[in-house]
């Protein structure tokens, strides 16, 4: 059992000015596996000011000082790998191979990432005679989901840090042990006294604080769409800068020319990792129509390969994070059956012999046009649909016509091919013939998935405010 009852607050670990519990729940026991303490406004005052303090002085720090800074958290984060492996296990379900080779990697890697940006960035740009500089923006507020979430906070924290400036962090309540302990690795490395603070907390309780606080120069949130829009209105009164990565709903367009088996098998094996618990999971796959009897039969045979189970075993699906994340899957799943799609492979209710934990059939659904639910709605679990084309234009036109544009996903034999659609996808996002991962690339959306971008030096610019210095280059 995990109590996690303290706040990280000005270098201390610190009691919540009001004692209030909440429980969190392991997904795959359905069973308490920790608490925390649920933070209050006045806990935030707290935490705001002390990174007040902390910035007159760490925003003045050196580059050297914050290259030894970032090497520090990176040791103390190594020496806790294991942990950070258990922690993201227990709390939102991931399966142990996929925390210790996804989760925890994708964390030092945007520290790794951030100490390289760092070392060879210049703030300093000159314009004829004026001077043109980038500064830290000032108190930053984290809020961060529970989907990965290790990774969602890394990829603010180390720019944030590597750039001078100082935060606030809530971790998700629902998954917050990777979050607590981060704050344990923060201490250990020696940041400096109220660079960095942590409350554990809701979003009526803390998240609201955070981002309507005037102390609080720029909020970075990651979440839905939805809890997005409240976070901007609460930020609005104060004027500070809302850095938002939202919701998404992403094509993954199987061209003519693709490897039509192997595009389709991937497309569905992607959709399935992490539970489909992914902001730019491929859900929504296109595929020629002529050919959708073919896409059918290789997802059916895609799915019977995955295994759902205990995440600490040897499978590829654990649970989803909670009953109201499962509720609301079925829920899409059954509007899925009623509106006429399709099901190729899972379906409503738990797999087989898996009566204890929140686990999902893996699910496809084909036959699917672009109005209906499935296709509109971010399911947020292991559900793909697949949705027919006639013509490529029309593949293009459907892939757009949603109200998000995190991420997006072009197959192609033909490499230009590919290049050409890519370009038309309205996404911050695409990656060709299942790229790999590249955390130096900026990740973030158009529309309404969001706005400004993370992950490597665009991440820095995000953190930072330019001044402008007139007649600095006079004699």
């Known amino acids: 059992m995990r109590n ?28 308490v596996a920790g608490r925390i303490s649920v933070g209050q406004a006045e806990d935030v005052d707290c935490a705001v000011a002390a990174a007040r303090r902390a910035f007159e002085t760490f925003s003045r720090s050196s580059k050297a000082e914050r290259l030894e800074l970032l090497d520090a958290v990176m040791a103390a984060f190594e020496a806790r790998k294991q942990d950070f492996a258990d922690a993201v296990r227990e709390e939102m379900g991931a399966p142990a191979a996929l925390a210790a080779a996804a989760h925890v990697p994708l964390a030092t890697a945007h520290f790794a990432v951030a100490r390289q940006v760092l070392e060879h960035f210049n703030p300093d740009v000159s314009q004829g005679t004026t001077r043109l500089t980038k500064e830290p923006i000032g108190v930053v507020g984290m809020i961060t989901p529970w989907n990965w979430p290790l990774n969602q906070i890394a990829c603010k924290v180390a720019p944030a840090l590597a750039v001078g400036c100082t935060m606030v962090l809530k971790p998700s309540e629902v998954a917050p042990f990777s979050g607590h302990l981060f704050a344990e690795v923060m201490h250990a490395a020696g940041v400096p006294a109220g660079v960095f ?17 005037p102390g609080v120069d720029m909020v970075s949130f990651t979440g839905s769409t939805r809890a997005g829009i409240d976070v901007a209105r ?25 490897d039509f088996a192997a595009a389709v098998s991937q497309g569905v094996a992607a959709m399935m990792v992490n539970s489909g618990q992914s902001c730019n999971a491929p859900s929504r796959m296109l595929v020629p129509a002529a050919r959708m009897a073919e896409a059918k039969d290789i997802a059916r045979e895609t799915i019977e ?47 087989e012999g898996l009566n204890q934990g929140y686990y999902v059939r893996p699910t496809v659904f084909a036959d699917v046009n672009n109005e209906m639910t499935v296709a509109r709605e971010e399911i947020f679990g292991p559900v793909l ?22 991420a997006g996903y072009v197959q192609a034999g ?26 130096t690339a900026p990740f973030g959306g158009y529309k309404q998935s969001g706005n400004g971008r993370e992950w490597g030096e665009n991440a820095f610019h995000e953190f930072m405010e330019t001044k402008a210095v007139l007649g600095y280059g006079n004699a």
């Open 197 to 213: 603070n942590m409350i554990h907390g809701d979003g009526p309780s803390v998240g609201a604080a955070i981002s309507s606080h």
């Open 305 to 351: 390969k995955q295994k759902v189970g205990a995440p600490t075993d040897e499978v590829n699906l654990g649970p989803v994070v909670s009953d109201v994340q499962w509720n609301r899957i079925q829920t899409l799943i059954k509007a899925g059956i009623d509106e006429g799609a399709t099901l190729v492979a899972g379906g409503l209710g738990k797999p």
């Open 385 to 406: 649909v697949m949705l027919g084309y006639d013509t490529e234009e029309q593949a293009i036109e459907i892939a757009n016509d949603t109200p998000y544009g995190l």
């Open 234 to 258: 609460n930020a609005a009164a104060t004027v500070k800068r809302v850095h938002q990565e939202l919701g998404g709903k992403s094509a993954n367009i199987i061209l003519e020319d693709a």
């Open 414 to 439: 033909d490499i230009d091919h590919g290049r050409a659609v890519a370009s038309r996808i309205r996404a911050g996002q695409v990656a060709l013939n299942y790229a790999p991962l590249d955390v």
């Open 4 to 31: 996690y009852l303290e706040f990280y607050i000005d270098g201390a670990w610190v009691p919540p000015v009001q004692a209030r519990e909440l429980d969190v729940i392991n997904p795959a026991t359905e069973q």
